[in-house]
């Protein structure tokens, strides 16, 4: 099992980014995968999860309505497009993925449910 998050960078207060977590090693669209971030200092927290059928679709307070998480099967990829983005929105982005069905309703936002971690892109907002 493999997670590749890309799509990183430094932007300005306002502006919009792309991450995208490439998928490989096991059956894409059976399983549901999240993004999570963690900033300096702080604990890792959980941004958005999109459910294996797409129906389920979590998403953190802080980033309703300016974060959109989306999946292309055709290339076993998972994005989040980050738009408005606030400097506190600065922190390492991580994609994961729930293998085992745990990662449910309420339990979506917890990290230990899911089983495999992506190695993080750094995602900096300047004010």
């Known amino acids: 099992v493999q997670l590749q998050a890309s799509g990183g960078g430094l932007v300005q207060t306002g502006g919009s980014l792309r991450l995208s977590c490439a998928a490989s090693?096991?059956?894409?669209?059976?399983?549901?995968i999240a993004w999570f971030r963690q900033a300096p200092g702080k604990g890792r927290e959980a941004v958005s999860c999109?459910?294996?059928?797409?129906?389920?679709?979590y998403y953190a307070e802080s980033v309703k309505g300016r974060f959109t998480i989306s999946r292309d099967s055709a290339k076993n990829t998972v994005y989040l497009q980050m738009d408005s983005l606030k400097p506190e929105d600065t922190a390492v982005y991580y994609c994961?993925?729930?293998?085992?069905?745990?990662?449910?309703?309420?339990?979506?936002?917890?990290?230990?449910?899911?089983?495999?971690w992506g190695q993080g892109t750094q995602v900096t907002v300047s004010s």
């Open positions: 994961a993925v729930d293998l085992t069905y745990s990662a449910y309703g309420s339990s979506w936002d917890r990290p230990f449910e899911y089983d495999y």
């Open positions: 999109i459910g294996n059928s797409d129906v389920n679709i």
């Open positions: 090693g096991f059956n894409f669209d059976r399983y549901a």
